[in-house]
């Protein structure tokens, strides 16, 4: 099984739409991190969180939230979803000890 | 604040032959180094890091890189790539001892010609 996860893989939906993304991990890390790729771009830095009473601000966050459910979840929702949302989006996680973050296989999401 | 280069973002290889893919990072603290690879429709894999110590860094795959802090690079090299080795492959910064995201570069996808 896979160590991190993430649900939906693919998604289509409509502009004005509220959507989740839900990251799910079974490495025991206590850091968790959203990220979007634009084709040309590299990936980007939207929220973090260190652990279940610690969400940060990334590069990105306008648009988004986050929910962390517990040490294993972390959500990422888009309010009122616009076009220039589309996107791959990536979960990681990451530990102390290694100090490496670890992605999911990643949500495509298109906005229509 | 961090930022990083990748200077080519695109690189046609022969099989068999060397390469090195660029990267050169800018930040006023010292960094964490990384570089992972992403094969086509899959998520991200770490090839290598180099967080201290030895400047020469190994990874898997057969891939290294070297860290040049006075030229602010880590540059990601193979001797003899395979045509498996087609591929994006980003590096990426992070300060060191914390726990922020990562900058990523822009990539550079590597095209392994037979």
């Known amino acids: 099984d896979a160590d991190v996860t993430q649900t939906p893989r693919n998604r289509i939906t409509k502009t004005g739409k509220r959507i989740m993304l839900e990251c799910s991990q079974t490495?025991?890390?206590?850091?968790m991190y959203w990220y979007r790729q634009d084709p040309g771009l590299g990936l980007r830095l939207i929220y973090y969180?260190?652990?279940?009473?610690?969400?940060n601000k990334g590069e990105i966050s306008d648009g988004y939230s986050v929910s962390r459910q517990a040490q294993a979840k972390f959500s990422l929702s888009l309010e009122s979803a616009i076009p220039n949302q589309t996107a791959l989006y990536f979960c990681?996680?990451?530990?102390?000890?290694?100090?490496?973050?670890?992605f999911g296989p990643g949500t495509r999401l298109t906005v229509l | 604040a961090q930022s990083v280069t990748q200077l080519d973002s695109q690189v046609p290889v022969f099989e068999e032959a060397p390469v090195e893919l660029r990267c050169n990072y800018s930040?006023?603290?010292?960094?964490?180094l990384f570089w992972y690879v992403q094969y086509p429709n899959q998520g991200l894999q770490l090839l290598l890091k180099?967080?201290?110590?030895?400047?020469l860094v190994k990874g898997i795959n057969g891939f290294e890189a070297e860290f040049n802090k006075s030229q602010t690079s880590f540059h990601l090299r193979k001797p003899s790539v395979h045509i498996s080795d087609t591929a994006e492959y980003f590096c990426?910064?992070?300060?060191?001892?914390?726990?922020?995201?990562?900058?990523f570069g822009k990539g550079t996808h590597l095209i392994i010609q037979p």
């Open positions: 969180s260190f652990d279940v009473k610690d969400i």
């Open positions: 930040s006023s603290v010292s960094v964490y």
């Open positions: 180099y967080l201290s110590g030895s400047t």
């Open positions: 490495k025991g890390h206590d850091r």
């Open positions: 990426a910064v992070r300060p060191g001892g914390g726990a922020d995201g990562l900058t």
């Open positions: 990681a996680t990451s530990d102390s000890v290694t100090d490496t973050q670890y």
